[in-house]
């Protein structure tokens, strides 16, 4: 297999966490194409600003505020001053929630006598405000249409109570893997996710496909028409002069794009795709980088998918963000940038996602040389399907089962444990010397340190420990003789490991299920 070289700083992550950043490139299938291809430029954003509270010390909890939803699926704050909450509900509903009067009983919205709501995840998926909402009355819904599971985007015209149809997409084979997120871009036009049509391993090659709109994150004008299209696409969409090709596409090689999302700030995008079993992935985007390639079916995450659909010399955009299901995960839930006021010296600039089965909440943050910072902190509600915020930037989730509203709150919690590295590399080998201190008040008795190996390493032998590899995930268990670890107190374990080119050391512990700082 050729080697790959890069589009974006990297960070391949068990549970979003195993490679540290690399620098930034392209990748390629074909050799002649990798030879030629030139790094992407990535503004992946700086320091600069950014809150200086280290990830590891912060902490993530919800409240419930709202109960009775039936599995809500989405959730938009309207810019309009009235404080209120959209979420759409899976049948076909979008109920108002409002903080001093809870959520309405009567349904603002009501379609379900146009969605097909079959199967797991089909029905009402999305929604999403324009910037005019608050005079226009309109706004736009994604969702799997009666009779056959057609993904549509329509315009709903609250004054009117009237369902527009403006573009659709048949999806009738398989129940899955139908995307549904929406989102206005700050370039004014509208951004619509759809995923590869379902099944395994993308049967019907559409990643890779430009004739269809399967696999695909769509951008078209929404504000006035063309022709006999209720919509304009926009002269500058990357496919307009292709041949054969849907204009409407802006980006391609997606499994299942359930959330993506725009940095109010800087306007680059976050991505968060949904994998086939081995790797979930988050996706960062400059502002304006439409036709890029996200890979699949050549590649899940950062790994060549078997049998997948590779195309000589193409380069494809890698994941900033990657992590293995097997560590309890099942697929990644996309969240947002926090923008709001209210934790802005903690989280401000820092990416949140989550994932529906783990329910683990993810921190990422553009280092400002290239990288990113990230850690686990903290944990949402059972089966999280969408991450929100009001009109103000404050941060609100939805779960499916038992169908909740949560609203999100960060604070500064020191982590009670400090790793530091002592690596030496040769080679195809690597050894990884740990130091472990404790930071907190209280003594450690009997201990588990767990961290994600980048890909292709393997664990060859160890010493001061019990070590296991799990994937790419290391559990460490104490020995007889250092399972205590006293406050202020350090003890040390190691491991050599074989590696196929990344000797990168670990970016991430948790020591009994608590994050620790990294050191050296």
């Known amino acids: 297999m050729l080697r790959r070289r890069w589009t974006g700083p990297l960070l391949l992550a068990l549970l979003l966490t195993v490679l540290a950043p ?158 549904g997120q929406l989102a206005f871009g700050p370039d004014g036009n509208l951004y619509w996710s759809i995923g590869d049509g379902g099944g395994s391993g993308d049967p019907f090659r559409s990643g890779q496909r430009l004739d269809t709109l399967l696999g695909k994150i769509m951008r078209i004008d929404v504000s006035r028409g063309c022709g006999p299209l209720p919509y304009c696409v926009p002269a500058d969409n990357p496919f307009v002069e292709t041949d054969g090709a849907r204009e409407e596409i802006w980006l391609y090689g997606l499994r299942n794009p359930w959330r993506f999302s725009f940095d109010d700030a800087d306007g680059s995008m976050w991505i968060g795709d949904v994998g086939q079993g081995r790797w979930e992935e988050v996706d960062h985007l400059a502002p304006g980088q439409g036709g890029l390639n996200l890979g699949w079916s050549c590649y899940e995450g950062l790994e060549r998918f078997e049998d997948g659909d590779c195309v000589p010399g193409e380069t494809y955009t890698e994941p900033v963000f990657t992590y293995s299901p097997y560590t309890g995960g099942c697929s990644i839930i996309g969240g947002r940038v926090y923008c709001g006021q209210k934790y802005a010296g903690l989280v401000g600039g820092t990416y949140i996602a ?24 903290g944990e949402m509600p059972t089966q999280v399907t ?100 006293a406050p202020g107190a350090s003890i040390t374990l190691g491991y050599l490991a074989g590696h196929t080119g990344d000797a990168s050391p670990p970016p991430r512990f948790t020591l009994n299920g608590d994050a620790c700082a990294v050191g050296r």
């Open 386 to 485: 969408s991450i929100g915020t009001t009109a103000d930037g404050e941060f609100y989730v939805v779960n499916d089962l038992p169908g909740g509203l949560h609203r999100v709150s960060f604070a500064q919690e020191e982590p009670a444990c400090r790793v530091d590295r002592a690596v030496t590399t040769w080679g195809t080998g690597t050894t990884v010397d740990l130091t472990v201190t404790n930071t907190g008040g209280t003594p450690v008795n009997g201990w588990t340190l767990e961290f994600p190996l980048a890909l292709g390493q393997t664990v060859v032998s160890d010493w001061n420990t019990d070590l296991t590899q799990g994937s790419n995930v290391i559990t460490a268990t104490d020995a007889s003789h250092n399972a205590t670890i």
């Open 22 to 179: 690399l620098p930034a490139a392209a990748r390629s299938t074909g050799a002649a194409a990798s030879a030629a291809a030139d790094p992407v430029p990535l503004r992946t954003g700086t320091a600069k600003g950014a809150p200086a509270v280290p990830l590891p010390s912060l902490s993530a909890t919800t409240t419930q505020v709202a109960h009775g939803l039936r599995r809500p699926t989405a959730l938009v704050g309207p810019d309009d001053g009235t404080d209120r909450l959209f979420i759409t509900e899976k049948s076909g509903t979008v109920r108002v929630y409002h903080p001093d009067t809870g959520l309405a009983a009567t349904p603002l919205v009501d379609i379900t006598s146009a969605v097909d709501q079959s199967g797991n995840e089909r029905g009402l998926l999305g929604i999403a405000l324009p910037p005019d909402f608050a005079a226009s009355q309109n706004l736009y819904l994604a969702y799997t249409a009666l009779p056959d599971g057609a993904v549509t985007l329509a315009r709903y015209r609250l004054d009117e109570s009237r369902l527009e149809v403006l573009l659709s997409q048949e999806h009738a084979e398989y129940s899955n893997h139908n995307g």
């Open 354 to 377: 989550t994932d529906y089965c783990s329910s683990t909440v993810w921190a990422l943050r553009p280092d400002g040389s290239g990288g990113y910072e990230q850690a686990e902190i």
